[in-house]
């Protein structure tokens, strides 16, 4: 089960410029923001909220506690 899980940023998520992947466990996915107001950069961690197709769904990540 990936929702809930934490995602690294590959390619910059914008809604609209419909640009996003992440990486989660390894693998690269598409990604989309929950919102088209927010936008990720490279780098950046996000959290998994939902699972549309083969696109995540991502939020901030807000927490800063390690997880395995």
């Not at 998994?48 to 696109?55: F, L, N």
């Amino acid at each position: 089960e990936l929702i809930g899980q934490k995602a690294v940023v590959t390619d910059t998520i914008c809604n609209l410029k419909g640009t996003g992947k992440a990486v989660v466990k390894g693998l690269e996915w598409s990604a989309q923001s929950i919102s088209d107001r927010l936008e990720f950069s490279e780098g950046e961690i996000v959290r998994i909220v939902d699972i549309r197709g083969v696109k995540l769904i991502v939020e901030p990540e807000k927490t800063t506690e390690n997880e395995s």
